[in-house]
């Protein structure tokens, strides 16, 4: 017997609701989505996705500059500073990705890598001198990583080295102006995996899946 709402697998309120909620907000999400379309390039660096993780590379003369990331839990809401009231009427706050990523220099077997993330402390304005992200390990190793291999940490590294190891990030595509375009690919790439999520919801709760 047919319940009447045109969805036949749909036989309880629960089930019924969630569709009707989701519908309208994959709709709301596709309207706020900033870029429809998910570029295959930023900056150079080829672009590639797998789920979750995603990979950029860049072949210099000599060597590869791989870029790796993954968008889950990396979203939060702009963070208002102190002082700052937000306003009441708004709608939506802008969800930004800020995932921490792996630089990895490869010269033939060896591989210098980095651990980055984004700094809590946004730059101040007008410094074009404030990093945006920073280094939190460094490691060098031949072949496949393990756990075996030796990594310090950035905030133990000496002020000038870790100051020369920025400035090679640097040289390497890896500047201030590239993360921050890191973030809004990232941002777009999370925005695009959560409204698949959601329709996938729909169609497994419909029974599609």
């Known amino acids: 017997m047919c319940c009447g709402c045109g969805l036949k697998a749909l036989h309880t309120k629960g089930e019924k609701e969630l569709v009707e909620f989701l519908t ?11 870029l429809k379309t998910l570029p295959t390039e930023v900056e150079g660096f080829i672009v590639k996705g797998d789920g979750a ?16 990331f993954n968008v889950n839990h990396t979203v939060d809401s702009e963070d208002f ?14 969800m930004r990705s800020k995932p921490q990523f792996e630089v990895d220099l490869v010269r033939g077997d060896s591989t ?8 809590q402390e946004p ?3 007008g410094d074009e001198y404030s990093d945006i992200f920073g280094i939190d390990e460094i490691t060098l190793y031949k072949g ?4 075996k291999v030796y990594a310090v940490a950035g905030d133990v590294l000496d002020g000038y080295l870790y100051d ?9 595509g890896v ?3 590239f993360v921050q375009k890191l973030s809004d690919f990232s941002t777009a790439y999370e925005h695009t995996a959560y409204i698949n999520m959601l329709e996938g919801i729909s169609k497994f709760t419909i029974g599609k899946q």
Do not use: H, Y
Request: charged share 35%.
């Open 164 to 172: 020369l190891l920025m400035n090679l990030l640097e040289e390497k």
């Open 24 to 34: 309208e907000e994959i709709v709301a999400e596709r309207k706020a989505q900033k």
């Open 112 to 119: 210098l890598g980095f651990t980055c993330s984004f700094l």
């Open 123 to 125: 730059p101040t304005p």
């Open 175 to 177: 500047s201030n102006e």
């Open 53 to 68: 993780e995603v990979v950029l590379t860049k072949q210099l003369k000599d060597e590869i500059v791989r870029i790796t």
């Open 81 to 94: 500073g102190e002082g700052e009231v937000q306003p009441d009427k708004q709608e939506f706050t802008e």
């Open 144 to 147: 496949e990583w393990s756990d």
